[in-house]
Each structure stands twice: as structure tokens, then as C-alpha cells.
């Protein structure tokens, strides 16, 4: 299958070395040059490439601006990201925008032809590190989201009351509070730990040492 190719790349020598990469695989033809997104709408596109070939960081109009433009109104024009771009707020964001496959400028000639031929027949194509690097951030964010927000020393007091048995009124009696500053602490504590009932709350205050 004969695949006709755009680049878009605001480095010229990065353009010849795909060029020469490409050169010995007659198969792919590379039909448009470009230094910045905007460029490779207003010239590429209307030669309707299968592939583009597309860095990040460009003048002018950024590849994540020129993705979205070109995948709205050119679904059927297959993207693959070749950027120095491995941040995972940036590879989220071409994630979402629907691009079919995402490597490094760093992979080697048989990951990046892989990658060509994995698009071409429908497929997407993540290099690896791309998945390692999602992944991470995936675990850092349910680590974080795991972990609740630090109890005042005054919600664990209310914690150990509440644990004994004691109602609001009577805890505001013991702890020398209105009902309010109670019931807004009560509020708080259950919000910090994203729980909505007493039984599973004096379970975690077992669980954490807050009572014995």
C-alpha cells in the first residue's frame, strides 16, 4: 500500500533525517513539507496526505492546535505525533484529541517504521514509554486521590466521641461547642475521608490508631 506523507516540523534537519529514513521504503512518499501548523494546513492538507507526520512544538500554530484543527474537519487523515514532548499533560491532551499513534524523536528506525505501519491498518500506536509515562501518572494521581486530607486535631477528638457513641449535643457538651461547630466539624471529617456513615467511620479511626 502506497502511503502519501506530510511533515510538519519546525527543524529542517529533522525533516532530511525522516527523509532519509524513509528513503529505501518505496512505499512511502513523502508530498508536503512543513515549518509550523499553519503552514501544513494552508499547503499540505489540500494535497490530502494519508499521514501526517507531526512535531509539538512549532511557531506560528503549535501541533496540539493543528491536530485538533485537522482531525475536526479531516478525520480520515491519520496523525502520528513525533515530538521531544514526553510530559504526560501534553500527551494526555493529544490523547484526547484522537491522534492515531505517539512517539519520541529519540525512538529508533524500526519503532518508527512500526509505528507507520501500525496506523496504516487501522491501529494507533503508543510507544512504549509513552504508555510507561501515562501509566505513572495515572498511579500518582489514585495515589494522591487515595490519600486524605489531614485531620485537625480537634476532628480526631470528635473522631474518638463519635466512636463512643456520643450524638452531636453530646459531644458539644463534652468539648464546650455549639451544636453548629459540631455538626459542621461532623461536615468536614466525613467529606476530608469520603465516608457517610458512623460504622465505616469508627472503622477507620480502629484502622488509623485514632481510637484503640
Do not use: C, W
Not at 508530498?31 to 501548523?37: D, P
Not at 512549532?58 to 491519520?78: C, F, L, N, Q, V
Request: proline share 3%.
Amino acid at each position: 500500500m502506497n502511503v502519501n506523507i506530510a511533515i510538519a516540523d519546525d527543524h529542517q534537519i529533522i525533516i532530511d533525517g525522516i527523509k532519509a529514513l524513509l528513503q529505501n521504503e518505496k512505499q512511502y512518499k513523502i508530498i508536503a513539507e512543513a515549518s509550523n501548523g499553519q503552514e501544513l494546513i494552508n499547503e499540505a492538507i489540500p494535497l490530502m496526505p494519508d499521514l501526517i507526520l507531526m512535531d509539538i512544538g512549532m511557531p506560528i500554530m503549535d501541533g496540539i492546535s493543528a491536530t485538533r484543527k485537522i482531525k475536526k474537519e479531516h478525520p480520515g487523515i491519520k496523525i502520528l505525533i513525533l515530538t521531544t514532548y514526553a510530559d504526560p499533560k501534553r500527551i494526555k491532551e493529544m490523547l484526547k484529541i484522537g491522534v492515531d499513534g505517539y512517539i519520541l524523536k529519540d525512538s529508533g528506525k524500526d519503532n518508527f517504521i512500526t509505528a507507520i505501519q501500525t496506523i496504516m491498518q487501522g491501529k494507533t500506536y503508543y510507544d512504549s514509554r509513552i504508555t510507561e509515562i501515562m501509566m505513572d501518572s495515572f498511579n500518582k494521581k489514585k495515589s494522591i486521590a487515595k490519600t486524605p486530607t489531614p485531620l485537625t486535631q480537634r476532628e480526631k477528638e470528635i473522631i474518638r466521641l463519635i466512636s463512643e457513641g456520643m450524638n452531636t449535643k453530646q459531644i458539644a457538651n463534652t468539648l464546650f461547642l455549639s451544636l453548629l461547630t459540631v455538626e459542621t466539624h461532623r461536615k468536614n471529617i466525613y467529606t476530608k475521608l469520603g465516608l457517610n456513615k458512623v460504622a465505616t467511620l469508627v472503622r477507620y479511626a480502629v484502622e488509623e490508631g485514632i481510637v484503640v
